[in-house]
């Protein structure tokens, strides 16, 4: 995004870390044709950052939200929202941009939060990774609600500023500063990637 909103958010994101390569995997949330209209100013961030993770042999785990049955598997959700990513529609599908390798793990999941009901911190704990970095959208939502899951299980958590997206610029800041407060290192993709090309 052109917007810099560490600058922004500085007086909350006062703590500093640099991932660890070999400890770290990435998180890309949601990155789904239902939620395109939250993508255009962060797509080319989140695919450098994929490529960048990838040819450093990072794991990369892809989220998709998605339900079912809403009676059976749509909790609070179906009540709160009046439209519904359903697994299996077209827009349930990750963004054609997007393309998923070998190697690349691809979760589905059914509430905001990527470790609630899917095993997720399992299978970051079997690949010894104990730092995620968390892309995609909403950033208000399903990032930062994973974002807080991965705090509590003790992960460290890095959020990039510049590849994550949600309904306006006040929410955005909003989750950033909460985030920084208390649950995570908020940097960009510039940073990610200098530190990236530093330990490759």
């Known amino acids: 995004m052109e917007t810099d909103y560490l600058d922004q ?3 909350y994101n006062t703590r500093k870390a640099q991932p660890i390569a070999k400890k770290c995997a990435l998180l890309v949330i949601d990155m789904q044709e ?3 209209s939250f993508t255009p100013d962060i797509i080319d961030n989140v695919l450098m950052l994929i490529e ?4 450093n042999e990072i794991p990369i785990i892809f989220t998709r939200h998605g339900h079912k049955n809403l009676k059976e ?3 609070l959700l179906a009540i709160w929202w009046e439209n519904h ?5 077209p827009e349930w599908e990750l963004l054609e941009e997007i393309h998923v390798k070998k ?5 589905d999941k059914n509430r905001y939060s990527a470790f609630w009901g899917t095993g997720l911190s399992e299978r970051l704990r079997s690949k010894n990774v104990d730092e995620v970095v968390i892309t995609g959208v909403m950033t208000n939502c399903c990032c930062e609600t994973t974002a807080r899951d991965a705090f509590m299980r003790d992960f460290n958590v890095f959020f990039v500023s510049d590849a994550t997206s949600t ?5 955005h800041l909003a989750s950033l500063k909460n985030l920084a407060f208390g649950f995570a290192y908020i940097v960009n993709t510039e940073f990610l990637c200098r ?6």
């Open 9 to 11: 958010i500085a007086s």
């Open 34 to 36: 239902f939620f395109r």
């Open 52 to 55: 960048g993770f990838r040819a």
């Open 73 to 75: 598997d749509g909790g």
């Open 85 to 89: 990513v359903m697994y299996g529609s």
């Open 103 to 107: 190697g690349d793990i691809v979760l």
């Open 167 to 171: 309904e306006n610029v006040d929410l």
């Open 195 to 200: 530190t990236l090309s530093n330990t490759g």
